[in-house]
């Protein structure tokens, strides 16, 4: 009987790109067969998705032996009161964490299918340039508003241009659509659009989609020393976001937010102290990012102060007077501390959640 449970999650987990745990709060899941789920035509690429994390045993124990000296050598202080908040904080999680840890190391038939995740023989890749443009470059030049891109409805014959700064590109077909920009091929999902422009520029957002957005999930570029060093992405001093119109961008009858963390204690203060109050966000509850290697274990030692094996999200309600004022929406109860587990893609990119959290009312 367990054999078959754990065969049919396996089953599901294949197809969905989600492994549940059963009797927790903890999933699995694997962001290129949760992202392919969007294509009808075309496959996103393992072997492109998964850019780390999936080093020979050796390069892994160099690399913690690196770490374990790096670690030695550190001098120990007298923590500060944001150093101590940061403590508190990840002790009451820790416990949490390294049980969904030890659920994750016993489900020895998920290992097995981890350490072929890049090389993924039943996904079929679309082709893939290891050249990207930068967007962001692009879109600080003089000539950005000259920019075009090419959407081309091959099963229709069809082929449109349309600017792609400052614009909705929009693809309302069930199929998917292939485009091209500057010579490079892109595959836009069915169904899907976005809005490539500056931040200071998303007002005119609210112009191009009326109805609003029951989701809203924001990566904001935070202030991050990592991210400096790097030299990955440019970004902003927290009181920027301050000014992101939720209120206009939220659906009439509500919205789930959605914010990515660091762990840095000064961030989580600003968030609930000024950030969520100034969009009119009511803080619900704290889901949890475990990142771990294509062998199951974590990225960095789970007490590593600065580099911490995890990131937060936090959701909130942001409460609509709805279609009819006399009576408000009533918005479903979020669960608290769910976590989630995945292998990381590139430098800061974050697992798809958008199928995961949908809003729903009562």
Not at 141 to 164: C, D, F, T
Not at 298 to 306: G, R
Not at 332 to 356: A, V
Request: glycine residues 4%; contains cysteine; positive net charge.
């Amino acid at each position: 009987m367990e054999n078959s449970k754990t065969s049919d999650k396996l089953s599901a987990f294949l197809k969905s790109g989600i492994y549940r745990f059963e009797n927790s709060n903890v999933v699995f899941i694997d962001p290129v067969r949760m992202l392919n789920r969007s294509y009808t035509r075309f496959r996103f690429s393992p072997s492109a998705y998964y850019s780390r994390f999936f080093d020979s045993k050796e390069t892994i124990e160099t690399s913690n032996s690196k770490k374990r000296k790096r670690m030695d050598k550190k001098v120990p202080h007298e923590l500060n009161e944001r150093e101590q908040a940061a403590t508190l904080r990840h002790q009451q999680v820790r416990p949490m964490l390294l049980k969904a840890h030890e659920l994750l190391m016993e489900a020895t038939d998920l290992l097995a299918i981890m350490k072929g995740l890049r090389g993924d023989s039943n996904i079929c890749s679309s082709t893939e340039s290891s050249e990207h443009h930068s967007f962001i470059e692009l879109g600080k030049v003089w000539q950005a508003p000259l920019y075009e891109i090419i959407l081309k409805a091959a099963w229709k014959g069809l082929e449109r241009v349309v600017p792609v700064f400052n614009n909705l590109v929009v693809n309302e077909a069930s199929d998917d659509m292939e485009a091209e920009f500057l010579n490079k091929k892109y595959i836009m999902p069915r169904e899907s659009c976005f809005y490539m422009s500056d931040l200071g520029q998303i007002h005119n957002l609210i112009h191009e989609c009326n109805a609003g957005f029951n989701l809203i999930v924001i990566d904001p570029p935070w202030e991050n020393g990592s991210a400096r060093q790097k030299l990955r992405y440019p970004t902003l001093p927290n009181w920027y976001f301050l000014s992101l119109p939720i209120k206009q961008l939220a659906h009439p009858d509500g919205a789930l937010v959605a914010l990515w963390m660091t762990n840095r204690e000064k961030l989580h203060n600003f968030v609930q102290k000024e950030l969520f109050p100034s969009w009119g966000v009511s803080h619900e509850a704290t889901y949890y990012w475990l990142k771990v290697k294509a062998d199951g274990s974590l990225i960095s030692d789970l007490d590593l102060f600065h580099h911490r094996p995890y990131e937060c999200l936090l959701l909130g309600y942001f409460h609509g007077q709805g279609t009819n004022s006399k009576q408000p929406p009533r918005l479903r109860p979020i669960k608290h501390d769910q976590i989630i587990i995945s292998i990381p893609g590139e430098y800061s990119r974050k697992p798809p959640i958008g199928g995961k959290f949908v809003l729903t009312w009562h």
